[in-house]
């Protein structure tokens, strides 16, 4: 089962994320057209780094998570901005945990 951790913050480029997540999934023996829910990855990811953007320029903080799972993928999407991660979380981001 292919697994990935992407992590959106203030530096992200969601169109980068998108073509690695697409890379990871491709290097593992799969065909990206199997993850079904593709589209749904893609506008999570925008509606994160948008909706983050937003907020960080009033001065709030943003943090989210969102898990899209498939027959033979999961994918957890973490929104982090406007805070500084803490350093268990740093390490669990490292460790793909």
Known sequence: ???????VDETSDPAA??????????EKGNDSSQIVQLADVEKTILNF?????QL????SHF????????PN???NIRA??????????RLA???GR
């Open 1 to 7: 089962m292919f697994r990935k951790t992407i992590l």
């Open 17 to 26: 994320i998108i073509r690695k997540l697409e890379r990871a999934f491709n």
């Open 49 to 53: 780094a948008n909706s983050g953007r």
């Open 56 to 59: 960080v320029k009033t001065g």
């Open 63 to 70: 943090n989210a998570e969102r898990t899209v799972v498939g």
């Open 73 to 75: 993928y999961q994918i």
């Open 80 to 89: 982090r901005f406007g805070k500084k991660p803490s350093l268990v979380e």
């Open 93 to 95: 981001t490292l460790i």
